[in-house]
DNA sequence: GCATGATCATGC
DNA sequence: GCATGATCATGC
């Protein structure tokens, strides 16, 4: 087969929908198997770039020019293989974000996004989704959808827009000198993911002498989850989108500051009367439900681009002095399993549970104030906000500390018995002074909602201890809301 | 008042 | 039944 097979966009996608319910392994002559099963051990686990060129190779039927990653374009049509896997043994999620071609840092910043070289290579996209199983042969995955994506022209309009204003962003990181504070959760649906290059794990940026990790441009895990889910499982996520009431030309932040703006300053009684809604009685999460109230115009808590863009809505009460006393939690996470991971691993491009959090996730914190005398609250101000890059090693101290002493069966550093007769326990593990920005603390049901030890604990001897969480130190949270600019 | 441990309330 | 977000409780 050759190259000149392929003239048009259709042609292509024929050729794709072949491997439709296949496997590679379909594909390869058997007299070739042997061969290409010795150049897969030989990648050991480095082995992505290698699928995307076998496919290249055998289901295309393209000459392979020996490149490790799969990069091949025919008909101005940009080729993806991108897994999926099976989330709770059901439902189909993606496994990992969209990844793009490299950020040049010296040349993207001379780009305007019409003519961006993002655009032209990736605008028409060809993404072969496969099922990815932990212990299957690469050569045994099933390519379970092929989808055809025009960026500019089957995404909503308002998905286009912010999609520009992400890459404008980053760009503008870029331009400022500041390519080594990118994160991904900088931006919503677009961003700029870590990316090991071959040889080199730092690369020179061009207005600033501060070397920066190597970036390619991403569509988020949690925006090609709802693409999965919508487009290609034809599932109803029974979101509501926070266009339904407003305009399509504006971005999400700008929508979100649109809603909230009639209700800045006001208490959450006034705000009530407002919306014309009457809680039965003031629940606990009573400013949870009024929140969603204000973005959706319903109480449901499930907003669609919020959860394209992997954005958390938190809603803190400051004390009427102006301080914060309650940290925010991360999800709580099982000792055996973190033990497990390494923080960041460039070669195999790996990244612990918590680091990946850090640097994807954005919060939305919706900022409430007690009153000095009086029971009401006042909306202050809405503000998103992603952990700061150039916080990331304070976060990483914390993490290793947690996981040495994890590994050292450090847990238990105390037994005191209170006043009342029962026992207390102090730990070993990182607290809220360890480092001012982010401390582990228990977080569960109870202290009886334990999770197994990796390694006895030495003072005890117990096997088991009280589910713990990462958390972010309150004062952390009450400089980053006090500092808050709006950066859309 | 802060640091740390523990628990509550809700929704899926 | 459990994860998540929010808050409470105790000791120094």
């Known amino acids: 087969m050759q190259e000149e097979q392929y003239q048009t966009v259709e042609d292509v996608i024929r050729a ?75 439902r189909l999620v993606s496994k990992e974000r969209l990844v793009f071609s490299m950020i040049n840092y010296d040349s993207v910043i001379e780009e305007v996004w019409e003519t961006s070289s993002f655009l032209k290579k990736n605008r028409s996209l060809l993404i072969m989704f496969y099922l990815w199983l932990k212990e299957a042969d690469l050569l045994d995955y099933e390519f379970k959808f092929i989808h055809f994506l025009d960026l500019l022209n089957n995404l909503s309009q308002e998905d286009i827009l912010q999609i520009q204003k992400d890459w404008e962003f980053i760009v503008g990181k870029i331009r400022r000198g500041e390519a080594h504070l990118l994160s991904e959760g900088d931006t919503f649906y677009l961003g700029a993911c870590t ?158 549970d918590f680091h990946l959090q850090l640097e994807e996730k954005k919060f939305l914190f919706v900022v409430f104030q007690k009153q000095k005398d009086s029971k009401e609250i006042v909306l202050r101000k809405t503000m998103f906000w992603n952990f700061p890059a150039e916080d990331m090693e304070k976060a990483r101290e914390v993490w290793e500390e947690t996981v040495h002493l994890l590994n050292e069966g450090k847990v238990i550093k105390e037994i005191q018995t209170q006043k009342d007769g029962t026992k207390r326990l102090l730990t070993h593990f990182p607290g809220s002074s360890y480092n001012g920005v982010i401390h582990v603390r228990p977080h569960g049901l109870n202290s009886k909602d334990v999770s197994e030890l990796p390694m006895r604990d030495q003072e005890t001897g117990r096997t088991t201890h009280t589910k713990q969480a990462f958390w972010l130190n309150a004062s952390y949270v009450q400089q980053a809301i006090e500092s808050a600019v709006d950066q859309y």
């Open 16 to 90: 794709a929908y072949k491997a439709r319910g296949k496997s590679l392994r379909d594909f390869i002559p058997r007299e070739e198997i042997e061969r290409v099963e010795t150049e897969i051990k030989r990648y050991g686990t480095r082995r992505r770039g290698l699928l995307g060129d076998l496919v290249e190779r055998y289901i295309f039927g393209l000459k392979n020019n020996g490149r490790a990653e799969a990069d091949f374009n025919i008909a101005n049509v940009e080729l993806k293989t991108t897994p999926l896997k099976r989330h709770l043994a059901k």
């Open 195 to 352: 990316k090991a290059a071959n040889n080199k794990v730092v690369r020179d940026q061009p207005r600033s002498r501060i070397p920066a990790k190597p970036r390619a441009f991403s569509l988020k895990q949690s925006y090609l989850n709802y693409l999965i889910q919508t487009r290609l499982l034809g599932v109803s996520t029974h979101e509501a989108s926070l266009y339904k009431t407003a305009s399509k030309n504006k971005t999400v932040a700008q929508v979100v500051r649109e809603k909230f703006a009639p209700y800045i300053g006001k208490t959450d009684t006034e705000i009530c009367a407002m919306l014309g809604w009457q809680p039965k009685r003031k629940s606990k999460n009573h400013n949870r439900l009024l929140v969603n109230r204000i973005l959706t115009g319903t109480g449901t808590n499930k907003v669609e681009e919020l959860d394209k863009a992997n954005v958390t809505l938190r809603v803190p009460t400051l004390e009427a002095s102006g301080s914060l006393k309650e940290s925010i939690s991360f999800p709580a996470f099982y000792f055996k399993d973190l033990v497990t991971q390494v923080w960041y691993d460039e070669k195999e491009e790996q990244m612990s």
